[in-house]
């Protein structure tokens, strides 16, 4: 009877190993994907961005586009800001924020101001796009133009 116990402790103690490795694989894989997970949302929202601000520093679709014609937006004629582009921008994001992501190609929320300030008619405004409150991941893009015959910097926030 004795063999028997002691055969029986040592199945037990395999199976314990067995758990007990299987268990430091599984975080072993966790830990490794969940690492790149977080660093593939970072460049998506990065490649997002990029391609927002690329878009805003253009001219748009039509060239002189206004809400009704607009398929690209764009807010730039000869490098400069154009002031009625922006306020078409402005005045659509507060009508259809959700058509302004869809012209920009974006699945995140955006949200864009100048560092020196804008106006919109005679009104100084924040940004344009919805403001973030509490992202799970934000990411900023700044790029560099001409807005009110001054250089001054744009910057937009994407975030999920």
């Known amino acids: 009877m004795r063999k028997k116990r002691g055969q029986a402790w040592g199945f037990d103690l395999m199976i314990a190993t067995i758990i007990f490795i299987s268990g430091i694989v599984a975080f072993y894989l966790y830990s490794l994907n969940y690492q790149t997970e977080a660093q593939e949302t970072l460049d998506a929202l990065f490649y997002e961005g990029n391609a927002i601000a690329q878009d805003i520093l253009s001219e748009g679709f039509p060239t002189n586009w206004n809400i009704n014609t607009v398929q690209k937006i764009g807010l730039t004629n000869d490098g400069k800001i154009n002031a009625t582009k922006l306020e078409y921008f402005y005045n659509l994001s507060v009508q259809d924020y959700q058509r302004t992501k869809i012209l920009l190609d974006a699945k995140n929320n955006y949200y864009m101001n ?39 910097s744009i910057n937009i926030f994407i975030w999920n």
């Open 114 to 152: 100048f560092s020196n300030g804008m106006v919109i008619g005679q009104q100084a405004i924040e940004g344009i796009g919805l403001p973030p409150s509490s992202p799970a991941n934000i990411i900023k893009i700044t790029r560099f133009t001409i807005y009110g015959e001054k250089p001054t």
